[in-house]
């Protein structure tokens, strides 16, 4: 069995380790490459997710009521262009431009899966949030903002006053 870090050793909840693709410039070289980062999740209680994705960036923290949330916050810290220039990119379905956790459709706590959102259509499909992106799945990569403009239009379709009536 792998080793955990130390964080997850006083957990109520076993932890989980997952390998990803991660899309980012060699520190040395300054080429953009792939490379295998690893993240671990659990549950600190029965509502918050505690995670670190390590990688050649280091490690990055964060926490989040689901394994979605905690992901997207780690991304939007790796997107930071003032950080890093080009962002790094974590290839994983739950970083599809489509692909938002809404909760109570498919997945609540812990979060590890999220739907597909298409504008206008109901979310019949779910994706597991940390599986890697395959390659028909690729061009369908988009940074946090893209995710994030891709949920307020999905919602303002079936919604027309969501978002401070319509003003999102």
């Not at 957990?11 to 080429?31: M, N, T």
């Not at 903002?145 to 978002?163: I, L, S, V």
């Amino acid at each position: 069995m792998e080793e955990l870090p130390e964080w997850t050793k006083d957990g109520e909840f076993p932890a989980i380790s997952r390998d990803v693709p991660l899309h980012g410039k060699d520190p040395e070289s300054g080429r953009e490459q792939v490379w295998v980062g690893r993240v671990v999740w659990q549950a600190v209680t029965a509502k918050e997710i505690k995670m670190a994705l390590y990688g050649p960036f280091g490690r990055k923290m964060s926490t989040g009521d689901s394994v979605f949330s905690a992901l997207l916050s780690i991304r939007n810290e790796l997107e930071d262009l003032e950080q890093y220039n080009p962002p790094w990119k974590v290839l994983v379905k739950g970083s599809r431009r489509d692909v938002w956790h809404v909760g109570h459709k498919v997945s609540v706590f812990p979060g590890d899966r999220a739907e597909i959102l298409v504008p206008g259509e109901k979310a019949t499909e779910s994706v597991d949030v940390l599986a890697m992106l395959e390659p028909h799945d690729t061009p369908k990569f988009g940074l946090v903002e893209h995710q994030m403009a891709n949920c307020m239009e999905y919602f303002r379709r079936f919604e027309p006053g969501f978002g401070a009536e319509g003003a999102l």
